[in-house]
């Protein structure tokens, strides 16, 4: 099954507390994984920030509004009891428990009610239409931020001019801690290329060893030959190191090629490149940066 919402997990979550007992928070979760007999994939699967897992990050927020409804409590760090509330509730035998249901307590109405200097917006967003939680809400329209941010930065590139390009990879590069200096980087890129090599480039400031680069503006694929060219010249200069850019895309077959010989060659397509870019700032700049925290229990232990 697909993994449910925070809504769906409400009254099951509710359920397996209504023992009475005072349960640790990842056995709730565990217990949830069990109910709704979740796949060793959809309970792994990680929200895009990579930090902690969808379904985990819906339990938590399950358990958040009901208690901010005042259904359970934790009087005790990472552990969680139902209230009476909740055991009244309970035994009105409800079909079903959402946030639209959580409504009817006044403590969840003002939890999610605009306050004064928010806009008129509510402190917490609640998205009953997509049932996603405040987190998957933030995280994935950062997502598609930067998607449509990629598409925008590889549209620029390609627009560039050819020597503008040859900058572009040389900033990249030496943003991302190899070349050494930015005049050494540059002056070893920026010649007119010999034998399918546009440069060579030091793999640290040390100069430890070299980094031969390939760099093509193109449109379509590239071909899975011009690949094999690149890495000839690799071997002909006793090379053990290869990056090969391209504003396009690789074949798959280009990828299988680079996995089966003995030179080091790593590909960078037009999306790889743009991700680059956004991730060490080239040709980018900072709009706005939100901060999410959480409560750091540790600090707050007295053990």
């Not at 709730?28 to 979740?38: D, I, Q």
């Not at 071997?235 to 680079?258: C, E, M, N, Q, W």
Request: charged residues 30%; hydrophobic residues 35%.
């Amino acid at each position: 099954m697909a993994i449910p919402d925070y809504q769906m997990i409400m009254l099951p979550l509710l359920g397996l507390l209504s023992d009475g007992k005072t349960h640790k928070f990842r056995d709730l979760v565990e217990g949830m994984v069990a109910h709704f007999k979740l796949t060793s994939q959809e309970r792994d699967k990680l929200l895009p920030s990579g930090r902690t897992t969808v379904f985990y990050d819906r339990v938590h927020w399950a358990k958040t509004y009901l208690k901010k409804a005042g259904l359970v409590k934790s009087e005790k760090r990472a552990f969680v009891e139902i209230t009476q509330r909740g055991r009244n509730f309970l035994k009105s035998k409800p079909k079903e428990l959402n946030a639209k249901t959580l409504e009817q307590f006044e403590e969840f109405r003002e939890f999610v009610s605009p306050k004064p200097g928010d806009g008129g917006k509510p402190v917490i967003p609640v998205d009953i239409e997509t049932r996603k939680t405040p987190e998957e809400l933030l995280e994935y329209s950062y997502q598609e931020l930067r998607v449509n941010l990629a598409q925008d930065v590889l549209e620029q590139v390609k627009s560039c001019s050819p020597k503008f390009f040859e900058n572009l990879v040389v900033d990249l590069l030496t943003r991302m801690g190899y070349g050494g200096s930015r005049r050494d980087a540059g002056e070893a890129i920026g010649g007119k290329g010999d034998g399918g090599v546009d440069g060579i480039i030091k793999e640290d400031k040390l100069g430890l060893d070299a980094i031969y680069i390939q760099a093509k503006r193109w449109e379509m694929p590239v071909p899975v030959k011009e690949v094999r060219d690149f890495a000839g010249s690799l071997l002909a200069k006793k090379a053990r190191k290869g990056i090969f850019i391209t504003t396009s895309s690789f074949p798959h077959s280009a990828y299988d090629f680079v996995k089966n010989i003995e030179h080091r060659i790593i590909l960078i397509d037009g999306k790889m490149l743009a991700d680059l870019m956004i991730e060490h700032n080239v040709g980018l700049s900072v709009q706005n940066v939100f901060e999410i925290k959480r409560i750091d229990s540790d600090y707050f232990s007295e053990e």
